[in-house]
């Protein structure tokens, strides 16, 4: 039982064009949500966060996104940049503190 | 402030044998959370510790697994005579006591292989 899905296993853009990535969840119950980028051999280095009473939180180049009546959200990057190429995860905070995941995106960014 | 420390980041071990995977969290952090990638996979929460109590061990195996955060040292997960199906990224992250956003920190992860 997936409760948190990251539908497209990878995403190629263009540098300077947007990034959009995204996830979807099953559990009403998660008050939180989280974006974290992962390089091979690395742990998940934190992004960016929405609290479920937001609708969008922007840091710089990132935006999160929240639609919870669609159970979904998404993380944009404009403008993308050849260095923003990683795997990244959404996760979902439920009950306990505990962290739901995704199963990731690979983005790659080109020249 | 050093970052979550994790050793060692890489583990080989022959079925059969104990895996002791270390954890130290980042200064000021009381709250230990160990997560499992395999190959191709997201992270699946194991366990949530806080200085000697587990918090939530609902992502625990139901064997062989165990972990503590004692009151001096870092937090260890270990893993009794290993299977195949244990090698796999184990990540360790911490997060302070009282943080409204519970954004939690993440080490390097130690790889796991069992030959």
């Known amino acids: 039982d997936q409760q948190v899905k990251q539908n497209s296993p990878s995403l190629s853009v263009q540098e300077g064009r947007i990034s959009i990535l995204n996830c979807d969840y099953t559990?009403?119950?998660?008050?939180?949500f989280l974006w974290y980028k992962k390089y091979p051999a690395e742990g998940p280095t934190f992004l960016i966060s929405?609290?479920?009473?937001?609708d969008k939180n922007e840091d710089g180049r990132f935006t999160v996104f929240l639609n919870k009546s669609a159970k979904h959200l998404s993380l944009h990057i404009v403008p993308s940049q050849p260095g923003d190429s990683a795997v990244y995860f959404c996760?979902?905070?439920?009950?306990?503190?505990?962290?739901?995941f995704g199963g990731g995106t690979r983005l790659m960014v080109k020249p | 402030n050093a970052g979550v420390m994790q050793n060692p980041r890489h583990l080989v071990r022959r079925r059969g044998q104990e895996a002791r995977l270390r954890c130290s969290p980042m200064?000021?952090?009381?709250?230990v959370y160990w997560y499992r990638q395999l190959p191709e996979e997201g992270l699946k929460f194991m366990v949530y510790?806080?200085?000697?109590?587990?918090?939530?061990e609902s992502g625990m195996p139901k064997e062989r697994f165990s972990a503590e955060f004692p009151k001096e040292g870092p937090s260890i997960l270990r893993i009794q005579q290993v299977v195949r199906g244990d090698s796999a990224a184990y990540f360790c992250?911490?997060?302070?006591?009282?943080?409204?956003?519970?954004?939690?920190?993440f080490g390097p992860g130690t790889r796991l292989t069992v030959l």
């Open positions: 992250a911490s997060s302070p006591i009282g943080t409204p956003y519970n954004e939690q920190f």
């Open positions: 559990n009403s119950m998660f008050d939180y």
């Open positions: 929405i609290s479920s009473i937001k």
């Open positions: 996760a979902a905070r439920g009950a306990g503190n505990m962290l739901t």
């Open positions: 200064k000021g952090h009381s709250h």
């Open positions: 510790l806080q200085k000697e109590n587990i918090i939530d």
